[in-house]
Every structure is written in structure tokens, then in C-alpha cells.
């Protein structure tokens, strides 16, 4: 059974790094522990223009293969928590300020890019072609965000006001409010399709300060 549950919470197509039912249930744990909390959200550049271009197995699959690894390699490093988020999206989790994961995430994008152009196996021989040919970028445009904790512990309030203890008491319920609202905070920029151009490569930091769902009485 616990090998079945394992399974279930690694993503299905990548052997590198957790899914993101496992990563959205670790990072909700995280919200109770509070101190400071980064979440960088990762979005890999072009892959439907990598696609068109070389295939979906030659092209998207090995570029987002080459992020999963490199993702690996940096939340190893620097004690992360990584996943595959979706599609060609990855997210980070780590107990650092939002300046010090800036840097580490170009340390992501510098390591990928390495390894797509100092590949000595050749299997990533086809990207490191379009890249130095500049038909791609082989970049992944993130988003960093810092968690901004007494903002959504304002959120709740009344619940604090009556723990003599004054520790975390988020609820289930409140902690998936708060994931959810910090992920669509901290990828929503990504998203723009009017900004795509000047996102490509590019770290931003946002901050956190997305209206949280009230709570019910």
C-alpha cells in the first residue's frame, strides 16, 4: 500500500522529481511551520515552438526532461522541495528569501543550459542545435514569490484571537485556501500572453499580496 501511495504522489512521467498532489501536500504542512517560506514557480519557454519544430519526442519531451533533471540537481543543493507542476511547468519550495531563490533559479537556467549544450551523450544534439542556431531560447521564464504569512494570518483572525497559545492553527481547509491562492498569485504573471516576449528567461519577483477567500462563519 505504501508503495502504491508512493507511486501516486511521483508524477507519472518524469523519474526526477515528485508530482504535484506530493508537493501541494508537503508545501500545505509547511504553511502550519510558517518561518520563511519562497515558492518560485517555473515556467519552461517555447515548448509548443520546440514541438512544431523537432517533434514531441524529440524536442518538448527532452527539454522538459532536462529542466526535471537540472530541478533535481538544485533542490538537492539547496534543500528544496521540487515538482513537476503540469505540463511544462515546475515549482520549488524553499526556506529562503525571495532574493536568495532569485539566484537560484538562474542557477536552474544556467545548469539546464549546460546540459543541453555541453551534452556529451547527444541526446539533447537537436536542441543545442536550435539553440546556438537562435530558433529557440531554451529558457523557463519564474516567478518568485516570498509567503507572506501575517497577511493571510490576518485572514483568520478571530481563530487566533481565541488560541491562548497564539500558534498556527490553520485548518485543512484554510491551509488549501492559502496554497491556492499563492500559486495563482505567483504564476499569474507567467500566464500574460501580451507580456510573453519580454518574460522569456526571465526571474520575477513578485509579492505576495492576493485577497484570500473570507471565511465562513
Not at 515548448?47 to 512544431?52: L, P, Q
Not at 529562503?96 to 545548469?111: D, F
Request: aromatic content about 10%.
Amino acid at each position: 500500500m505504501e508503495a502504491i501511495k508512493e507511486l501516486a504522489l511521483n508524477d507519472p512521467f518524469y523519474i526526477f522529481i515528485k508530482g504535484h498532489k506530493a508537493f501541494s501536500e508537503t508545501m500545505q504542512r509547511r504553511l502550519v511551520a510558517k518561518g520563511i517560506q519562497t515558492l518560485a514557480f517555473a515556467d519552461v519557454d517555447q515548448v509548443h515552438t520546440i514541438n512544431d519544430r523537432l517533434g514531441y519526442r524529440g524536442g518538448g519531451t527532452k527539454i522538459l526532461r532536462v529542466y526535471a533533471e537540472a530541478a533535481k540537481e538544485i533542490g538537492e543543493k539547496y534543500g528544496g522541495l521540487v515538482a513537476h507542476y503540469g505540463g511544462d511547468e515546475y515549482t520549488f519550495l524553499f526556506p529562503r528569501p525571495a532574493s536568495e531563490v532569485a539566484a537560484i533559479m538562474r542557477e536552474l537556467q544556467r545548469v539546464a543550459m549546460d546540459k543541453m549544450l555541453k551534452d556529451e551523450t547527444g541526446t539533447y544534439n537537436a536542441l543545442a542545435e536550435e539553440i546556438r542556431n537562435k530558433e529557440i531560447f531554451g529558457t523557463a521564464s519564474v516567478g518568485v514569490m516570498q509567503i507572506n504569512f501575517p497577511l493571510h494570518e490576518r485572514k483568520f483572525v478571530e481563530k487566533w484571537a481565541s488560541n491562548p497559545k497564539k500558534e498556527s492553527v490553520y485548518s485543512v481547509a484554510e491551509r488549501r485556501a492559502i496554497y491556492a491562492s499563492v500559486m495563482d498569485w505567483c504564476s499569474r504573471p507567467l500566464s500574460s500572453k501580451d507580456q510573453e516576449a519580454v518574460q522569456r528567461g526571465s526571474i520575477l519577483v513578485i509579492k505576495d499580496e492576493a485577497k484570500m477567500p473570507e471565511r465562513k462563519r
